[in-house]
């Protein structure tokens, strides 16, 4: 069976400074990997995805994620954090084989101080 | 329409009653996914449709959830009886494939139960 790890249920940031959300997940197959945003009373945002071309993936509002097979981590980072950025971030496995397609992570809520 | 859409946003049920949630997945989208997401938790899989066939339910809580996609497009959980503890949003995803693909997610339904 699939699982995702979220290692951290908060992090805060200050604005300006990087951003990095850790996520390790366990699948018997290949997955394909994402990071999805939710804002307060918002519908979740897809922000990016691997399925097994590039093991760096860029996503939009300029967060990357490094697919790294031998540490079966996905961790998502950017540079420098904007207050915009503050919300609730959950990874994702998917190895596509069945009904639960896609698993979700605990997610980790990222804060933003100015 | 451009994205998934879910009705009704918000609804209140008094417990003991019965509910229905509509989604309205991405036209041409094989696959609609629903899940419940707890108050401060990941979305937690409740049942998967491809097309109008329903390949895995092993996520609905009881007997008293059951969901339908009779043409292969529109779907409707519905919830019998409801109970304090079915308080939560519900979202419905749709994804164009099965595989590799990324779920585009409707705003969730939030429901409590009085």
């Known amino acids: 069976a699939q699982s995702v790890t979220q290692l951290d249920s908060h992090v805060s940031v200050s604005e300006g400074t990087p951003v990095l959300l850790r996520c390790n997940y366990s699948?018997?197959?290949?997955?394909?990997l994402f990071w999805y945003v939710q804002h307060p009373n918002k519908g979740l945002q897809l922000l990016l995805k691997?399925?097994?071309?590039?093991?760096l993936v860029k996503g939009i509002n300029g967060f990357e994620a490094e697919f790294k097979k031998s540490e079966t981590s996905f961790h998502l980072t950017k540079p420098s954090a904007h207050m915009s950025d503050a919300a609730e971030y959950f990874c994702?496995?998917?190895?596509?084989?069945?009904?639960?397609?896609?698993?979700f992570g605990p997610g980790t809520r990222l804060s933003v101080l100015p | 329409g451009a994205g998934v859409s879910q009705s009704p946003r918000y609804k209140v049920a008094k417990r003991g009653q019965d509910v229905a949630l509509r989604c309205d997945p991405i036209?041409?989208?094989?696959?609609l996914f629903w899940y419940q997401q707890a108050l401060g938790q990941g979305p937690e899989f409740l049942t998967y449709?491809?097309?109008?066939?329903?390949?895995?339910k092993s996520g609905l809580p009881s007997d008293r959830f059951f969901a339908e996609r009779p043409e292969g497009s529109v779907s409707t959980l519905k919830i019998q009886r409801t109970q304090q503890e079915d308080s939560a949003v519900y979202l419905c995803?749709?994804?164009?494939?099965?595989?590799?693909?990324?779920?585009?997610f409707g705003q969730g339904t939030r429901l409590t139960v009085v």
């Open positions: 994702v496995v998917s190895d596509g084989r069945g009904g639960q397609n896609f698993v």
């Open positions: 036209s041409g989208h094989v696959s």
């Open positions: 691997y399925t097994s071309a590039a093991t």
């Open positions: 449709f491809q097309n109008e066939a329903q390949l895995d």
């Open positions: 995803a749709s994804s164009l494939r099965r595989v590799n693909t990324e779920a585009f």
């Open positions: 699948s018997s197959y290949s997955p394909s």
